[in-house]
């Protein structure tokens, strides 16, 4: 059992392992990956992502739209398959969870942008 995973609540996986020499000592190191992580990464260009997200999101916009605004939209681009939610994190979490590698994007519901450094987000033109 490798020191601080435990098996029976993550069921981690190890896909590489290797030495590393510290010193005069060796230590031998283990990649881990819990089963919800993505495997491979983006798939796609960031242009690619960005054309696929909205075409997702505009099949489903007018059914998450009322009663939503300010939330935030974590769409997997491949499936439609989505998660709402008032926190980014939570709602990524849920999509990871059920799908087994999402390619996730995040829109705020009603506005142009999810996060501004400016201080503000400008709402959607209607």
Partial sequence: MIQGVNSAKLSPTIVGTGVQEVGTEATILAIIRRPNMPSNGPRYSKDDIYRRAKEQYAKIKQDVS???KGK??????????????EDQI???????ARLPDPQ?????IGYRAVHSFAGSVPEEDS
């Fill in 90 to 96: 939570q709602a990524a979490e849920r999509l990871f």
């Fill in 104 to 108: 996730v994007f995040y829109f705020r």
């Fill in 66 to 68: 009322p009663g939503n």
């Fill in 72 to 85: 935030i939209l974590a769409i997997d681009i491949e499936t439609g398959e989505y998660e709402i939610d």
